[in-house]
């Protein structure tokens, strides 16, 4: 099992902006690709961004593009800035960890999931 530790989460008006963090709680392999995907009570998780470690090129959903950046470290910590948020972006944020650096935007492939984040935009 790899625990993902994840923070950032909260509440801010819309325009406001969070940082999302999620960490192993131990070492491993770079050999991986970080991914963020959200969800609301009643829907479908759905993929917002991704990185993988071989180039650091991340991946993301239409609906973020121009405001949510992921990147990465060297100690395999993701992170997911957000800026720009509309209520819309309400949603429990969850990172998700997979073998193999290639990112990819199917909840499916990864192979352990965080605790998951609130994010929280309202007036």
């Known amino acids: 099992q790899v625990q993902l530790i994840e923070s950032g989460g909260g509440s801010v008006q819309p325009g406001g902006s969070l940082r999302l963090s999620c960490k192993t709680a131990r070492r491993t392999s770079r050999n991986v690709a970080m991914g963020w995907f959200r969800q609301v009570p009643g829907k479908e998780r759905v993929f917002v961004a991704a990185?993988?470690?071989?180039?650091?090129?991340p991946i993301y959903h239409d609906s973020v593009k121009g405001r949510f950046t992921a990147s990465r470290d060297l100690s395999i910590t993701a992170y997911l800035q957000t800026n720009a948020l509309k209520p819309e972006d309400t949603a429990v944020y969850y990172c998700a960890f997979k073998y193999g650096a290639v990112a990819a935007d199917t909840a499916t492939k990864y192979d352990f999931w965080g605790q998951g984040t609130q994010v929280t935009v309202s007036s």
């Open positions: 990185i993988g470690w071989d180039d650091g090129s």
